[in-house]
């Protein structure tokens, strides 16, 4: 158990929805991280979030968004969604800034049909 | 970007073997970690190590930073082992992860 909870563990829902993935991080974890596993691209950096504030972007769409709450839990909003987003989408989480350690929660498993 | 290749791609072993995996980078990195992603899906932190070595039973793992490259050995497989191991690495001032594709271990009994 890393100790990074994610709420739900699996998820279906039809094309056009909206959906909100939650992550707790490691108590005393300042930085979340979003992270993306699908079929075709493999394990791919969203967004990081760091004591409140949006630190980096990576492969994120614009129907993507994320924010990180006063007590360091995280949610991931997916909306209009397509067949396309079905995927597994883990949470990290590491102390600081800078290095450290990325410790990984048990993933939300998404299915759009 | 950094490039991250991990080989072989797939491996099938008998049980009680003995594997390398390697990870080759292409960029001084400040991070690199070993995952293994178990059947349910779920990523397995199994060495933070950005340079030298590290032992863990019957796991360790080496990583040459000036090199650019990091090994994985898994010594005595048991079926348990089975699964999909990644790396992945991070840069200085960019804490997001990079990963490689994977090597694929199938561990036979």
């Known amino acids: 158990d890393s100790g990074v909870t994610q709420t739900p563990k699996h998820l279906i829902t039809a094309t056009g929805q909206r959906v909100t993935l939650r992550c707790s991080p490691r108590s005393g974890d300042l930085s979340v991280y979003w992270y993306q596993q699908s079929l075709d691209q493999g394990l791919q950096f969203l967004i990081q979030y760091y004591n409140g504030e949006e630190r980096a972007k990576g492969n994120i769409l614009e129907r993507f968004s994320a924010q990180q709450f006063p007590d360091l839990h995280s949610e991931l909003n997916l909306s209009s969604l397509e067949l396309g987003d079905s995927a597994l989408y883990f949470c990290?989480?590491?102390?600081?800034?800078?290095?450290?350690?990325?410790?990984f929660g048990p993933g939300t498993r998404l299915t759009v049909t | 970007g950094i490039q991250v290749e991990q080989s072989p791609p797939d491996l099938i072993l008998q049980e009680g073997a003995n594997s390398t995996l390697r990870c080759n980078f292409s960029?001084?990195?400040?991070?690199l970690q070993w995952f293994h992603q178990n059947p349910w899906g779920q990523l397995i932190n199994l060495f933070y190590i950005p340079s030298g070595t590290k032992q863990n039973g019957r796991l360790s793992a080496t990583t040459v930073a000036t090199e650019r490259y990091s090994l994985l050995y898994i010594s005595s497989s048991q079926t348990t082992d089975s699964g999909v191991y990644f790396c992945a690495v991070g840069l200085f001032g960019n804490e997001k992860l990079t990963f490689g594709t994977g090597t694929r271990l199938t561990i036979i009994p």
């Open positions: 990290a989480s590491s102390v600081d800034i800078g290095s450290g350690e990325q410790y």
């Open positions: 960029d001084s990195v400040n991070n």
